[in-house]
């Protein structure tokens, strides 16, 4: 089956812009996390949706970031103001109800001049 | 606080030779455990976990982990590499609310 997918999966844009990332999960799976990771990183997690609310949401940096999964499945993670520092490649992965196996997408990367 | 440590940031090996790739976390309780592997422009491919049970787990692409709870480990062995196991690899522990806490990550480099 299809496994997660991000769109898009490269992004350049201006200090000071507004971006959205978007992410679709593995169909039926009601877990959807967000990871950041810049270069020579590993993966830094942002936030956990449990169907559409998020669950935990300590790891985005600051107010800049923001996360919606309105319907329970598609997130879109936004990030307003961007700065340079935000230039990284955002993950997304997603499990199914009772599974701690995370599957991942390839990743949007994001580049802000 | 949960953390992992992958003190090896390269390392290179010769085709058919064995590998061991270190693993430390630290983690309050009983932990999830796993391997990712990356390749250059593709996302992390889950290669093995560790949740409970068998102390030695087996993965895809003949890999192999064992989990040493006296020594906060879970290092990952393959017998023979391959050209196409050149990668980076990060060990991870957690799951559920938490998210995955990675380590750095460690990039094999295969030698011909």
């Known amino acids: 089956g299809a496994g997660v997918s991000q769109t898009p999966s490269n992004k350049v844009t201006e200090k000071g812009k507004y971006v959205e990332l978007r992410c679709d999960p593995i169909?039926?799976?009601?877990?959807l996390y967000w990871y950041r990771q810049s270069l020579g990183q590993g993966p830094e997690f942002l936030i956990y949706?449990?169907?559409?609310?998020?669950?935990?949401d300590s790891g985005l940096p600051n107010d800049r970031f923001f996360a919606v999964r309105p319907e329970g499945s598609v997130s879109t993670l936004k990030i307003q103001r961007t700065e340079r520092g935000d230039s990284a490649v955002y993950l997304c992965?997603?499990?199914?109800?009772?599974?701690?196996?995370?599957?991942f997408g390839p990743g949007t990367r994001l580049t802000v001049l | 606080a949960q953390s992992v440590t992958q003190p090896d940031i390269h390392i290179t090996v010769s085709e058919g030779a064995s590998l061991e790739l270190r693993c430390n976390y630290s983690?309050?309780?009983?932990?999830?455990l796993f391997w990712y592997v990356q390749s250059p422009g593709q996302g992390l491919q889950l290669l093995l976990k560790?949740?409970?049970?068998?102390?030695l787990v087996q993965g895809i692409k003949g890999f192999e982990a064992e989990f040493k709870r006296s020594q906060s480990s879970f290092n990952l062995r393959k017998p023979s590499v391959h050209w196409s196991d050149a990668a980076e690899y990060f060990c991870?522990?957690?799951?559920?609310?938490?998210?995955?806490?990675f380590g750095k990550g460690t990039h094999l480099i295969i030698q011909p």
């Open positions: 992965a997603s499990s199914s109800l009772g599974s701690d196996t995370q599957y």
């Open positions: 169909s039926g799976h009601t877990a």
């Open positions: 949706f449990q169907g559409t609310g998020a669950a935990d």
């Open positions: 983690y309050g309780a009983t932990p999830y």
């Open positions: 560790y949740f409970s049970g068998d102390t």
């Open positions: 991870a522990v957690g799951g559920g609310a938490d998210g995955l806490t």
